[in-house]
C-alpha cells in the first residue's frame, strides 16, 4: 500500500503543531518553576533572619536554658 504524501505532510503538521503547543506549555512551566524557586529563596532568607534575631535575643538572656534555634536544610 503506497503512502500518501499529502497524508504524510498533513501529519507532520499537526506534530508540529503539537510540539509547538508543548513547547508553550513547557515554557509556562519553567516560568512558574523560577517563580517558586524565589519564593523558596525568600522563605529560607526570613527563617535565617529570625534564627539570628532569636540566637541575639537568647544571647541577652542570661536565663534562657534553651538551645538556640536551627538552621534550615538548604
Keep these: 500500500m503506497a503512502l500518501n504524501v499529502d497524508t504524510l505532510k498533513s501529519e507532520r503538521d499537526k ?3 503539537g510540539l509547538r503547543e508543548i513547547e ?3 515554557r509556562k512551566l519553567e516560568v512558574e518553576i523560577k517563580a517558586l524557586r524565589q519564593r523558596e529563596i525568600q522563605a529560607k532568607r526570613e527563617i535565617e533572619a529570625l534564627n539570628v534575631l532569636l540566637e541575639i535575643h537568647d544571647a541577652r538572656d542570661p536565663n534562657n536554658k534553651k538551645p538556640a534555634a536551627k538552621k534550615p536544610d538548604e
Design 24 to 26: 508553550a506549555e513547557q
Design 15 to 17: 506534530l508540529k503543531e
